[in-house]
């Protein structure tokens, strides 16, 4: 028997620190969903204390989730600790993150604390959170730019205090590998007690180097891995789940370590992740990007069509990447789209499945086949936005060279429609113009991108945006074979990200990460 690597996500945590990545309740419990049948150890569900957003959110989901443990992250304050531990409790194996940071730099122009001051925080913390749960993680907020020897020490009071997992984050992604795990091998070493605790790492990808430094820390006997779907997270994000346990999968020789991680759902994970946040992943990601398993060089073709070990070390289907994606059409019924929808990792309840299977049909009136990049943006559009504010009921505009481009649009607000129609410099200008009239809503779009879902004259347009109001900024996203009502869903997409933002304020003080 291998001995085990613990997967710890933190796409719903740290993971939506990535600029304009809000969730909203409904999107992260789909997303926890996903990630139980995923099968990550531990799940880290906010951050209670830092809005009211993010508490509902650890609720909701600590209530529903069945077998994974379920993290709430917080400062060494009792507020804070109360908080997460209001938020976790109902979870079936609750755990509180504690964090406090470490380096001089931080602790002389963020904290203003000694280092002894900072020890005895730490200690009173988790003695604290002790008193609710034995699942206790402590992280040392700045780590790898710390002193190592008195990380040895705070660690060491840590543990005494009862953490049962100690981890050392690369929080400005400045760590090179070697570097890294001599650190993490040192303080493995020096730290009192470590045999009772587990050595978890957590790396940003600043450097591009997240992946590297994990890896190079579990060969010196790391044993957590702190990680997002898709490498998402605050500013060049976090180290990635699915490249992180396709190493160990890939390479078992080298790393003879194991998870639990089913990998035929990382490709479905990943594209739900996508689906929601409106983070597309860059075509040459490892794993997930769509050019990750496409042999472009004739000679690779050759040689793959021969014998696929000669260029390919794994196969697209073990991460759930089918290989024929051409799926549906007009004639397929609603057992066969109910059947495939499971395998793309949505199981839908009956209601849910009535409306997917109407909106597949008039999709299939408009599209000759149906592949799994349009089911998703169905899925998205109708069943993960539901609990919207503004929803999209009618579009009409009219432009042309010699015309004046007009919208005629009516939304849906509250429940109640209501209707209108502006003008622009053009047909998405002008969709944008008579939308914020109905809303209200005055943000700046930031960013406008269009693509392809598929190949074909007749393929879905996808719009992502990005809007910024008042301070907030959201991403928005959308798809349609009309690129007009794709661009005009994305909008209205952001727009209800930056409401949920509005009723969601991060408190300034707990702050994001
Ligand atoms: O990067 C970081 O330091 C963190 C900690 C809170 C674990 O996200
Ligand atoms: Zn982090």
């Given at each position: 028997m291998t001995e085990r690597i613990i997967i710890f996500d933190t796409t719903l945590r740290d993971g939506e620190q990535?600029?304009?990545?809000s969730m909203n309740t409904a999107e992260k419990l789909r997303l926890a969903t996903q990630m139980e049948k995923l099968g990550v150890d531990v799940l880290e569900a906010g951050f209670p204390a830092s809005s009211q957003g993010d508490f509902e959110a650890v609720s909701t989901i600590s209530a529903k989730l069945q077998k994974t443990e379920i993290a709430a992250l917080s400062r060494t304050s009792k507020e804070d600790i109360d908080r997460a531990w209001q938020a976790v409790k109902k979870a079936v194996k609750p755990k509180i993150h504690i964090f406090i940071a470490t380096s001089d730099i931080h602790l002389k122009?963020?904290?203003?604390?000694?280092r002894e001051e900072v020890i005895k925080d730490t200690v009173e913390a988790i003695r604290y959170a002790k008193t609710f749960t034995d699942r206790i993680e402590f992280s040392t907020e700045d780590g790898s730019r710390s002193d190592r020897d008195y990380l040895c020490k705070v660690f060491g009071a840590a543990i005494e205090a009862g953490a049962t997992t100690i981890n050392l984050p690369d929080t400005v992604g400045y760590a090179v590998p070697r570097e890294y795990s001599d650190l993490i091998k040192y303080v493995m070493a020096h730290?009192?007690?470590?045999?009772k605790a587990i050595m978890s790492v957590h790396c940003h990808n600043d450097l591009g180097l997240a992946t590297a430094n994990s890896l190079a820390a579990i060969d010196v006997g790391a044993r957590q891995v702190e990680v997002t779907i898709n490498g998402i997270g605050e500013r060049a994000g976090n180290t990635s789940l699915e490249e992180i346990v396709m190493a160990l999968h890939t390479r078992p020789n080298y790393f003879p370590l194991s998870t639990n991680?089913?990998?035929?759902h990382i490709y479905p994970t990943s594209r739900l992740v996508s689906m929601i946040t409106g983070i597309m992943v860059q075509p040459n990601k490892a794993i997930v990007g769509a050019n990750a398993f496409a042999h472009e060089a004739g000679i690779h073709q050759d040689g793959v069509l021969k014998n696929p070990m000669t260029y390919e070390i794994m196969k697209p289907e073990i991460i759930g990447l089918s290989a024929n994606n051409l799926v549906l059409g007009k004639h397929s019924g609603r057992h066969a789209l109910h059947t495939h929808l499971k395998d793309l990792g949505y199981d839908l309840a009956d209601d849910e499945l009535n409306l997917v299977f109407k909106k597949f049909k008039n999709l299939a009136d408009k599209k000759k086949t149906i592949v799994d990049e349009d089911l998703e943006a169905i899925v998205t559009d109708e069943i993960l936005r539901t609990s919207e504010l503004f929803k999209l009921e009618y579009l009409h505009v009219s432009s042309g060279t010699t015309v004046l481009p007009i919208a005629s649009i009516k939304l849906i607000i509250s429940g109640k429609s209501v209707q209108g129609s502006g003008y622009g410099n053009g047909p998405i200008d002008s969709t944008f113009n008579t939308i914020a009239q109905l809303t209200g809503t005055r943000s700046e779009l930031l960013r406008f991108s269009i693509s392809a879902l598929t190949g074909g004259t007749d393929a879905q347009g996808e719009v992502t945006v990005r809007l910024q109001e008042n301070g907030f900024i959201a991403l928005g996203r959308g798809s349609d074979p009309d690129i007009i009502t794709a661009s005009a869903k994305a909008y209205i997409n952001g727009l209800n990200r930056i409401e949920h933002l509005k009723k969601n304020p991060v408190n300034i003080l707990a702050g994001r990460l």
């Open positions: 990535s600029p304009g990545a122009y963020k904290l203003n604390m000694s730290t009192p007690n470590m045999h991680i089913k990998t035929e």
